[in-house]
């Protein structure tokens, strides 16, 4: 029964998708969603179990034809670990920001929205699980379609103008990865991920089409860190973040940017291989693109005034943390990225979720208005304050723990280790900069000597509750160090 835990959740998630509009009950709708996504989590942490104690992986095959004509599912404990925490910060970013969506949208309007997100739930389960490359393009463009009509969700102009934007950068990257597909599959006349590897082996080894193989590598890896917001492509980013419902931004920075990068990892171990990539420079690439982006994304969140705005800047600083891993050419550096990708997942959508609850009570979007809101929401201003500096690298939180796996990485590199500890350094320090003023600030008083108690407000008890969920996950993170290592480190083996 376990092998079709892979299959079963994505068309779970795809046929609630069709039935979500047929409820005439917008709150029947979310529910409906969440319960999807919450059977489809506790399913994956029992394969997660499973695979994990076995020591393997397998296949799946979709329909009567078997590969190379088939398509085919693939499943390791990485995978299963990935859809699980997909799917729980799924559930309760939705959960979280619930309470908003349903003031914000129409009963009819809020099915339609969950109709949205169980698509784009669905496509980044896809992405985890397929082991076809065509297949993940086309759930690649399913999650970008959906997350920019989400973003246009809250039908104001200045949604609408984000989403459009989102959209040209998205159809940009999405042109670059066609090519590329089109590219290596007309060299190698496979899609499959298997088959495509010894092809690309053994055309890297006789060095026949070299330029059209290198050529495919960096026109996919070019597009697929457009759609992920890697600096600099990353201008639409926070003005999709601003302009948007919390349970969006949330989504969107903790679970939609991290598909792409899963796609990315694929293509580095089932493809073209780390060897051939490195053989190319394609990893020194990446490792600048990292680097510089950790360090202009988080100057640039320095001078935003406006919350949502410095988090979505936040979010490409973050996103270049898994490039500059990526970029180190190693196991260690595949894992790291793997360790950021959990970490940046669980704590950047508290963060977004948290923002949101003090946006709320003080009805201020910028810092001099928050002043004081952590004082109204007070669980609200812990979630962001715990995740603000869990990200500025405080021990026993998860951001710690994923920038000490980068840094124990980079020891092991070559030229890159004095500019990856240089940067992963420079970055934190820049990430403190701008998230402790900020957290002094949602904690401070409006004027000084104003009295102003703590407001204990607990009539949304599921969004609160899915601000603790969120704490104990990233405190998880931080502690569990080892185990969560070791699961990383077995399932990049069997990848």
């Not at 960096?218 to 860190?225: A, I, P, Y």
């Not at 990892?265 to 990893?283: G, H």
């Not at 690439?285 to 990292?290: C, E, R, W």
Request: aromatic share 10%; glycine share 10%.
């Amino acid at each position: 029964m376990s092998y079709n835990i892979p299959f079963l959740s994505i068309l779970l998630a795809m046929v609630s998708a069709i039935l979500v509009p047929l409820l005439r009950n917008g709150r029947w709708a979310l529910n409906l969603v969440r319960g999807v996504q919450l059977a489809a989590a506790a399913a994956s942490a029992y394969l997660l179990a499973e695979l994990s104690l076995a020591g393997e992986s397998f296949t799946f095959q979709m329909g009567h034809f078997p590969a190379p004509w088939g398509n085919m599912l693939r499943a390791g404990p990485l995978e299963a670990a990935l859809a699980l925490t997909f799917s729980l910060v799924m559930v309760l970013s939705l959960t979280g920001g619930a309470r908003e969506l349903r003031e914000s949208l129409r009963s009819d309007q809020l099915g339609w929205y969950c109709l949205l997100m169980q698509l784009l739930y669905g496509a980044l389960l896809a992405m985890v699980y397929t082991d076809d490359l065509f297949t993940a393009y086309v759930f690649v463009e399913i999650a970008a379609v959906t997350a920019c009509i989400a973003v246009a969700a809250r039908e104001s102009g200045r949604s609408i103008l984000s989403a459009i934007r989102y959209l040209m950068f998205s159809c940009l990257g999405s042109g670059l990865i066609l090519l590329g597909i089109s590219i290596l599959y007309s060299i190698t006349g496979h899609l499959l991920f298997d088959s495509l590897e010894g092809a690309v082996a053994a055309l890297a080894e006789s060095r026949t089409y070299f330029i059209p193989l290198v050529v495919s590598a960096l026109l996919m890896t070019l597009g697929l860190s457009i759609k992920s917001a890697q600096f600099p492509f990353h201008a639409w980013l926070p003005d999709a973040h601003a302009s948007t419902f919390t349970a969006s931004s949330a989504i969107l920075s903790g679970l939609v940017l991290k598909g792409y990068l899963v796609i990315i990892i694929k293509l580095i171990l089932r493809v073209f291989s780390p060897a051939l990539l490195v053989s190319i420079c394609m990893d020194d690439l990446l490792f600048l693109l990292g680097l510089a982006g950790m360090l202009f994304a988080s100057v640039a969140a320095l001078r935003q005034e406006e919350v949502k705005r410095m988090i979505a800047y936040s979010s490409s600083a973050q996103i270049s943390y898994i490039f500059l891993a990526l970029g180190l050419g190693s196991t260690e550096g595949l894992i790291a990225a793997c360790y950021q990708i959990l970490a940046h997942a669980m704590t950047k959508s508290m963060i977004f979720l948290g923002a949101g609850e003090m946006i709320r009570a003080s009805g201020g979007h910028y810092w001099g208005e928050l002043r004081g809101a952590a004082r109204l929401a007070p669980l609200g201003g812990l979630a962001f304050t715990v995740g603000g500096l869990s990200l500025c690298g405080l021990p026993l939180l998860a951001g710690f723990s994923a920038k000490y796996c980068i840094a124990g990485a980079a020891l092991e590199a070559e030229w890159q280790t004095f500019p990856a500890l240089f940067g992963l350094a420079a970055s934190s320090v820049l990430n403190a900069m701008y998230y402790i003023p900020a957290i002094l600030a949602i904690w401070g008083r409006k004027r000084a000597g104003e009295e102003q108690p703590l407001v204990w407000d607990w009539s949304d008890k599921p969004g609160k509750g899915t601000l603790v969920v969120l704490l104990a996950g990233n405190v998880f993170l931080g502690t569990a160090f080892g185990p969560v290592w070791e699961l990383l480190q077995q399932g990049i083996a069997l990848f």
